[in-house]
């Protein structure tokens, strides 16, 4: 596919030298029931280039034509204790920007629906979700799900809370977007915009290569998202570090005033190309370490979210014999562009592994207590 010359964020052509991975698979999220069809997943590269004008980094070769967003889609964290004690301290901050009674929320992206259950437990607070992979009815008590996209056109009614969590890592036209997003905004009323995504920081950073794969095309470092954002029509309410930093939270309003966009000032070739680099050599790092703790031995990876599953596809000399998760939605299914099983932390398999790896720190607390009264007798390995 041909190198976009353009930057999706702010349109700008002054972009730095790209970073290619070569041959990833287009979905990581993807639930196949077998071998066969996990390794037909077709691959594409993902060619990196960041821009010198707003910091964007992105995706140029990106398609999103070969990505299903349907049902088989599946991309829940609700089943950590980690993870859902993130969900409920966020929940718990924003219900306090509704009102004493009632309220509305809209969700952007609402996915299964977790999140915006959480955030609308009061049964007077009306919640609205849109995502094409939902699953499940229509209609849940005080809920209503449509399995599509949604435009200002759909708003028919005022919101208090418009919630946009873990959606713009994965939109081509981002700029376009948030223009559309502020646009569902004003039909909307004046809400709280709220948009959750992955910070690029903390990827450079750690060094993790396996944060980057071909469904987020979207790579925000903290100034770039605030930009894009008040480039097209916000402004920026509060912007945070949450989930250890691995996350960012914006909190929008729409601006009554537009003023204009200060230029950031970006060494970015200086960012990617050496975060690449060492990416890399910490990858090999590890393939080595792995091959000396299990030598000829069983091992697998703890999680087969997009982390787990970037690393059995970019690791070149070592693939493991499974992948461990508790998202029973998961299990029974292989790894997408391989032929690893996932299995639950009961499986008879677990109790035969000499070492697990642990891609995200996040987790490494409560794996170790959900392995303790198993009696896992192998050693965790955590990706720090």
């Not at 821009?51 to 967003?69: E, M, Q």
């Not at 924003?94 to 299964?112: M, Q, W």
């Not at 720190?361 to 955590?382: C, D, F, H, M, Q």
């Amino acid at each position: 596919m041909k190198l976009r010359s353009d930057c999706p964020g702010c349109g700008g052509r002054r972009l730095g030298t790209p970073f290619v991975l070569p041959k990833q698979p287009v979905v990581l999220n993807y639930r196949f029931p077998d071998a066969a069809a996990a390794r037909r997943v077709p691959r594409r590269d993902v060619s990196l280039v960041q821009c010198r004008t707003c910091g964007l980094a992105f995706n140029a070769t990106f398609d999103p034509a070969v990505i299903p967003y349907d049902a088989g889609y599946e991309n829940r964290q609700c089943f950590s204790p980690a993870f859902t004690s993130h969900l409920e301290s966020l929940a718990a901050r924003l219900v306090r920007h509704l009102p004493a009674a009632g309220g509305s929320v809209l969700e952007v992206g609402c996915g299964k629906g977790d999140f915006l259950r959480m955030v609308c437990r009061r049964p007077d607070v009306v919640g609205v979700g849109y995502d094409t992979s939902h699953e499940g009815p229509e209609v849940e008590c005080n809920l209503r799900f449509h399995r599509r996209y949604v435009g200002p056109t759909d708003v028919d009614r005022a919101h208090d809370l418009i919630l946009c969590r873990h959606v713009v890592e994965h939109v081509g036209p981002i700029g376009d977007f948030f223009v559309e997003l502020a646009a569902i905004a004003r039909a909307s009323g004046d809400p709280l915009v709220v948009v959750e995504t992955p910070r690029f920081e903390w990827i450079v950073k750690n060094r993790c290569l396996w944060d980057v794969f071909y469904e987020h095309c979207n790579y925000f470092p903290m100034p770039t998202l605030a930009r894009l954002a008040r480039r097209a029509g916000f402004r920026v309410e509060r912007h945070s570090k949450v989930f250890g930093g691995q996350y960012q939270l914006l909190e929008l309003r729409l601006a009554k005033v537009q003023r204009p966009l200060r230029p950031l000032v970006l060494d970015t070739d200086a960012q990617l190309a050496p975060f690449a680099r060492a990416a890399r050599r910490k990858l090999d790092a590890i393939e080595r370490d792995v091959g000396r703790l299990v030598r000829r031995g069983r091992w697998a990876i703890w999680g087969a979210g997009a982390k787990g599953v970037a690393l059995v596809n970019q690791l070149r000399t070592v693939r493991p014999d499974c992948v461990i998760d508790s998202n029973a939605a998961k299990q029974g299914c292989v790894i997408p562009g391989s032929s690893v099983p996932v299995v639950g932390p009961t499986d008879p398999r677990v109790q035969r592994l000499g070492l697990i790896l642990i891609a995200n720190p996040n987790y490494a607390g409560e794996i170790s207590e959900t392995l303790k009264p198993l009696g896992y007798p192998g050693r965790l390995l955590v990706l720090q």
